[in-house]
């Protein structure tokens, strides 16, 4: 009885949840919707269901996502269901109650917090269905009950992440190197897990830049929050211009892209394009054209495969192929990105990721069949370089 009331529950949580949300490009897989597998399944393939609970598929970094997910799915005969939870913790916990009750038999999810994971790891054991997180891990020494918890857990099977101190700490370096000194940083929500990581490796390139070059020093601001909407980025943006003496650098933490876009747009116009060096991370769509206009300094990102490997994860946990050792933390996949700060380093990147996929189906159905090891390589070793040796 306590299972049918909660079902119905997250039924009626979807259908509101739901109705709020914009579907990916009229796809049928979007924002709570379910989306058909392909003509060639791999074996048990058109059985599954897997779950995709993620800030925003329609954004630039999650559309990206949608689609690269959407293939593996086709390739595999996999049925989908996607919820957009706009990184808001009630909707993300909200989110995997209803994947579970819609029938889902695994969840890949991109939470914001640490603290989420708690609930949303306790429904998957008591509906038993298989989670991974993916551009997201559970710190073990910010969040232990919530890392304890996952180890406890036969369901949570792992995270797919990226190394966001060092891509911080790169970013920062970056404008450091080109003579920026005042720097201001834009966030998105208050909390999130990613974000806390990215904002150390900033801090740590400040500090030493500082320690080494006492007579030539470097500021960080304080982050000003823009959540994951363009309008709050420009807003953002230009609160930090209006407020720092001599700003000559912005760093817009991510967001999904949709923060830069807003931000970039304020300053062009304002007239600051080209006068404010602006990094950030996630790949725009016309990331050529803001590198050649000074739109954008520099960039990381390239990491929209990070859900892919996620979704391999769950795969292969669901077909009993990945089963974690007892009492540990599961499988985990460091993610690695890109850096570009020219139209010149775009433009192999946009040969092989964008205007093509960086796998073909048939390379897709093979790494379904990997060993956990031979997916963590294959994670490891995606590069331009990699995509260019196995297509041509």
């Given at each position: 009885?306590?299972?049918?009331?909660?079902?119905?529950?997250?039924?009626?949580?979807?259908?509101?949840?739901?109705?709020?949300?914009?579907?990916?490009?009229?796809?049928?897989?979007?924002?709570?919707?379910?989306?058909?597998?392909?003509?060639?399944?791999?074996?048990?393939?058109?059985?599954?269901?897997?779950?995709?609970?993620?800030?925003?598929?329609?954004?630039?970094?999650?559309?990206?996502?949608?689609?690269?997910?959407?293939?593996?799915?086709?390739?595999?005969?996999?049925?989908?269901?996607?919820?957009?939870?706009?990184?808001?913790?009630?909707?993300?916990?909200?989110?995997?109650?209803?994947?579970?009750?819609?029938?889902?038999?695994?969840?890949?999810?991109?939470?914001?917090?640490?603290?989420?994971?708690?609930?949303?790891?306790?429904?998957?054991?008591?509906?038993?269905?298989?989670?991974?997180?993916?551009?997201?891990?559970?710190?073990?020494?910010?969040?232990p009950e919530v890392y304890q918890t996952a180890c406890n857990s036969k369901y949570y099977i792992g995270a797919v992440h990226e190394d966001e101190v060092t891509n911080g700490y790169t970013l920062v370096n970056l404008l450091l190197e080109k003579g920026d000194?005042?720097?201001?940083?834009?966030?998105?929500?208050?909390?999130?897990?990613?974000?806390?990581?990215?904002?150390?490796?900033?801090?740590?390139?400040?500090?030493?830049?500082?320690?080494?070059?006492?007579?030539?020093?470097?500021?960080?601001?304080?982050?000003?929050?823009?959540?994951?909407?363009?309008?709050?980025?420009?807003?953002?943006?230009?609160?930090?211009?209006?407020?720092?003496?001599?700003?000559?650098?912005?760093?817009?933490?991510?967001?999904?892209?949709?923060?830069?876009?807003?931000?970039?747009?304020?300053?062009?116009?304002?007239?600051?394009?080209?006068?404010?060096?602006?990094?950030?991370?996630?790949?725009?769509?016309?990331?050529?054209?803001?590198?050649?206009?000074?739109?954008?300094?520099?960039?990381?990102?390239?990491?929209?495969?990070?859900?892919?490997?996620?979704?391999?994860?769950?795969?292969?946990?669901?077909?009993?192929?990945?089963?974690?050792?007892?009492?540990?933390?599961?499988?985990?996949?460091?993610?690695?990105?890109?850096?570009?700060?020219?139209?010149?380093?775009?433009?192999?990147?946009?040969?092989?990721?964008?205007?093509?996929?960086?796998?073909?189906?048939?390379?897709?159905?093979?790494?379904?069949?990997?060993?956990?090891?031979?997916?963590?390589?294959?994670?490891?070793?995606?590069?331009?370089?990699?995509?260019?040796?196995?297509?041509?």
């Amino acid at each position: 009885m306590k299972n049918m009331m909660k079902r119905a529950l997250a039924l009626a949580t979807a259908a509101m949840m739901t109705i709020g949300m914009v579907g990916c490009g009229g796809a049928t897989g979007a924002a709570g919707g379910e989306s058909g597998g392909g003509s060639a399944p791999a074996a048990g393939g058109s059985d599954i269901t897997i779950g995709i609970s993620i800030w925003s598929s329609t954004d630039v970094l999650g559309s990206q996502c949608y689609k690269i997910v959407e293939k593996a799915a086709s390739a595999l005969g996999v049925k989908t269901q996607w919820v957009d939870q706009g990184h808001v913790s009630e909707q993300v916990t909200a989110s995997v109650e209803t994947l579970c009750a819609a029938g889902c038999q695994g969840i890949i999810i991109c939470n914001s917090a640490d603290s989420e994971m708690t609930s949303a790891i306790n429904t998957c054991d008591e509906y038993g269905v298989y989670i991974a997180q993916f551009f997201r891990i559970i710190s073990e020494e910010n969040s232990p009950e919530v890392y304890q918890t996952a180890c406890n857990s036969k369901y949570y099977i792992g995270a797919v992440h990226e190394d966001e101190v060092t891509n911080g700490y790169t970013l920062v370096n970056l404008l450091l190197e080109k003579g920026d000194r005042n720097i201001g940083l834009e966030a998105w929500t208050v909390g999130d897990a990613t974000f806390q990581l990215r904002w150390q490796g900033y801090q740590q390139a400040v500090e030493e830049w500082n320690k080494a070059n006492p007579d030539d020093q470097a500021t960080l601001s304080e982050p000003v929050y823009a959540n994951t909407s363009s309008e709050e980025g420009a807003a953002a943006a230009m609160s930090l211009y209006n407020s720092i003496p001599n700003m000559d650098a912005l760093i817009v933490a991510g967001g999904g892209g949709d923060p830069l876009v807003g931000s970039i747009g304020a300053f062009a116009n304002a007239g600051l394009t080209g006068k404010v060096d602006v990094v950030s991370t996630d790949f725009l769509d016309d990331l050529a054209d803001q590198l050649q206009s000074g739109g954008m300094f520099a960039e990381s990102g390239g990491h929209f495969c990070d859900p892919l490997f996620a979704f391999m994860l769950v795969y292969n946990a669901i077909q009993g192929n990945y089963v974690k050792e007892e009492g540990t933390f599961g499988y985990e996949i460091q993610f690695p990105y890109l850096y570009v700060s020219s139209p010149d380093d775009y433009t192999n990147y946009e040969k092989y990721f964008v205007d093509a996929d960086p796998y073909t189906d048939e390379e897709l159905v093979e790494m379904a069949g990997y060993s956990f090891e031979e997916l963590n390589k294959a994670a490891s070793s995606l590069s331009i370089d990699d995509v260019i040796a196995r297509h041509n």
